[in-house]
């Protein structure tokens, strides 16, 4: 039988979670995004085409969650979110670039550079980048946590020392032979630093205190370390189809990953280990936080 990596949260629908922050989300950035005709329209429906393509919208849902947790509502938390989703959009359209993991397939759907070429992609993520600030600045200021901080958490977050940083540390990596603290590094900055923001300024969206924020930060860096343990384990267990994106090519491109160094049943171990300490991190919550817990217990369970 196999044993849970903690319990799982009673009575929580997490299904029915997802669905209503996805079709929030998703309603907010329509509204957010200049309409596809916007001159120039191949940007705008470049940036739409990418953004629309049918993500997982894992992250908002994590920026909507952390709100409750912390007492405050989806509504002031949602352009954070969208935020963050804009970021990350930006890095995958740009990941996909024949410059750097060079893929034909995201989403389900062709890249943006198959699609529009690649001028037209690299602007694209440029412009999902940049609009992710004008985000952060229609968003409401809190009396602990003024648009001054929102930027800096977002910037921090997405640049040359976390998500871009964590970037070039993966590239540089390729077909070379990496230690678990170097391995770790690189998870720490391209993934974990984007949902460990996204669950703080859920947090700071609800004005949360210093201490509910230390308790997102440690809840989101374990839950993003354990998120790119799985999406190791998924490039080599799952198919492209089920993926939406190009299975395998991990090990193609000799990619550092933990089932490489560690085995897949190591890894398995690592990523329930990583998500009993995100799991831990909630206790100040006392119970309120039922939705990243669920949460944490469906990304380590996830299948694609
Ligand atoms: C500055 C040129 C330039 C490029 C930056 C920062 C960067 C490119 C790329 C980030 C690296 C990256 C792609 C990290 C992987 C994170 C990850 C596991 C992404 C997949 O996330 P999911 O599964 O995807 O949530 P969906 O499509 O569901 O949103």
Not at 73 to 92: G, Q
Not at 223 to 250: H, M, N, R
Not at 270 to 277: K, M, S
């Amino acid at each position: 039988m196999q044993r849970h990596a903690h319990p799982p949260p009673a009575a929580f629908d997490l299904e029915d979670f997802l669905r209503r922050s996805t079709t929030a989300v998703n309603a907010a950035l329509d509204r957010y995004l200049p309409r596809p005709g916007t001159r120039p329209a191949t940007l705008h429906r470049a940036m739409r085409y990418s953004l629309f393509a049918g993500g997982k919208r894992l992250r908002p849902a994590l920026c909507l969650a952390a709100a409750e947790a912390c007492g405050g509502t989806w509504e002031d938390a949602l352009p954070l979110a969208c935020a963050v989703e804009c970021i990350h959009t930006y890095s995958l359209v740009h990941d996909d670039l024949p410059a750097m993991d060079n893929d034909d397939f995201r989403r389900g759907k062709p890249t943006n550079h198959k699609v529009f070429g690649e001028g037209i992609a690299i602007l694209a993520g440029d412009a999902l980048l940049t609009i992710a600030f004008e985000l952060v600045a229609r968003a409401r200021g809190w009396p602990r946590y003024s648009h001054r901080d929102l930027v800096r958490e977002l910037a921090e977050a997405a640049g040359s020392r976390q998500l871009v940083g964590g970037q070039v540390a993966d590239l540089e990596a390729e077909g070379r032979k990496v230690s678990a603290a170097h391995l770790r590094y690189i998870h720490e900055r391209k993934t974990s630093a984007l949902l460990r923001c996204a669950v703080r300024l859920g947090g700071m969206s609800a004005n949360g205190t210093p201490r509910q924020l230390e308790a997102l930060s440690d809840f989101g860096y374990h839950v993003g370390l354990a998120f790119q343990v799985i999406d190791d384990i998924l490039d080599v267990t799952q198919s492209s189809e089920q993926l939406g994106k190009t299975a395998g090519k991990d090990t193609a491109a000799q990619k550092a990953t933990y089932p490489a160094l560690v085995g897949l049943e190591k890894s398995r171990q690592i990523a329930a280990r990583l998500t009993r300490r995100a799991f831990a991190a909630l206790a100040p919550f006392r119970g309120r936080a039922c939705a990243l817990e669920a949460l944490a217990t469906h990304l380590l369970q996830r299948n694609r």
